[in-house]
């Protein structure tokens, strides 16, 4: 009989039994130790069941003081997270970390919105004006699923064999409430087993005839999983996603290994995305262009798209290195391209061999805001 060690779920082997123990962290039972959820006596709904007493919802939410790091999780031993779901505030105000073995550097380290491929949402106070800024758009995919209302959660499997530690790093200057819940499981991860990254870059406005950076410095052995983007256009729309991505792999330099075809096209679509003269909207198990946020004739006035993709049945395989780029191209009149200069972000996912290389420094807050 070959062993099972609960890692890798699919509809294939659900039915297969394993030494594998689940274990969950959440405001509830902040060490997800066995037994010791639901005993708070204090939290944010201590008054709401103080006529029920012990047990009844008391401790649903944590509540994130200014420029605190607050520990979500912090896990001894082997085994993997294996999904996470957060409600509350959704924005760039909060910064999310998560560290693998006791490295003193993130192997995740991006905005809290932008992880989850929803960086134009920020349902803060200071943002709910008629809805100008909370640009909801549900996201439904196989890694990560976006919903109604303003439901993140996370399905990326992540290894760890000493120890894992995610942090949420409020970074505005107003309390910030955040409810989570971070399932995962203590048993054997195989050697050959890669550690989860993720990565946050941001360029407003792209220099003119400049490439883009998805993501470079990757120095290890892996797989590239996915790419989340954010593009804001600046001056007249028109078209904007002629720009092929370019995947520089273990030491390619001038030319790629693997070269696309046009934004829309890497992104699963086709011919602009345009159906009778409108974009169209689509969210797929792998690929995405879940949010077009369009200008109301008034104060918004430039175009933005949210996009995802995927790379779970296809991933990225390199042995030393890896780069992407992509171009921001458009149209001049007579049919000639116009290297644009927009505004992109996005977030590039990986597993890979440690140690992590360490990232460039995240934006400041004034940066990242969405304007």
């Not at 934004?263 to 909207?281: P, S």
């Not at 030393?320 to 007579?334: H, K, M, S, V």
């Not at 890979?352 to 969405?370: A, V």
Request: aromatic share 12%; proline share 5%.
């Amino acid at each position: 009989m070959t062993s099972f060690n609960g890692l890798g779920m699919n509809l294939g082997n659900l039915s297969l039994l394993s030494n594998a123990q689940t274990r969950s962290i959440s405001a509830e039972n902040f060490t997800g130790e066995k037994g010791q959820g639901g005993k708070a006596t204090e939290g944010a709904g201590a008054e709401c069941a103080s006529n029920l007493g012990k047990g009844w919802k008391i401790s649903p939410c944590v509540e994130i003081k200014p420029q605190e790091e607050f520990v979500l999780a912090d896990i001894e031993g082997m085994g993997a997270i294996q999904s996470m779901w957060f409600g509350g505030y959704v924005g760039r105000d909060f910064i999310l970390r998560m560290y693998w073995d006791n490295q003193e550097i993130p192997s995740v380290e991006c905005p809290f919105s932008d992880f989850f491929a929803c960086g134009f949402m920020d349902n803060s106070k200071d943002n709910t004006d008629q809805n100008k800024k909370i640009k909801f758009a549900q996201l439904n995919s196989i890694p990560v699923t976006v919903n109604p209302n303003n439901g993140l959660n996370c399905f990326w499997e992540m290894p760890f064999r000493k120890r894992a530690k995610i942090t949420l790093q409020n970074i505005s200057e107003e309390n910030k409430v955040i409810f989570y819940q971070i399932n995962y499981t203590l048993t054997e991860v195989p050697e050959n087993a890669a550690y989860f990254h993720a990565q946050f870059r941001l360029t407003k406005p792209i220099k003119y005839m400049d490439d883009y950076t998805i993501i470079d410095g990757i120095k290890g052995k892996g797989h590239y999983v996915g790419t989340s983007l954010l593009v804001g256009l600046n001056g007249e729309g028109k078209w904007w996603g002629e720009g092929e991505i370019k995947i520089f792999i273990d030491g390619d330099k001038d030319y790629p290994t693997i070269c696309g075809t046009g934004t829309e096209d890497y992104f699963g679509g086709a011919y602009n995305w345009d159906v009778r003269g409108e974009y169209v909207t689509y969210s797929t198990p792998f690929m995405g262009m879940h949010n077009v946020i369009k200008p109301d004739g008034l104060y918004v006035s430039q175009q933005q798209h949210a996009l995802y993709r995927w790379h779970i049945m296809d991933p990225i395989r390199f042995e030393e290195d890896l780069r992407i780029t992509l171009q921001d191209l458009g149209w001049r009149n007579g049919q000639k391209y116009l290297p644009r200069r927009d505004d992109m972000a996005s977030v590039a996912y990986w597993y890979q061999t440690l140690p992590t290389n360490p990232f460039p420094q995240l934006p400041s807050r004034e940066e990242m805001e969405i304007i």
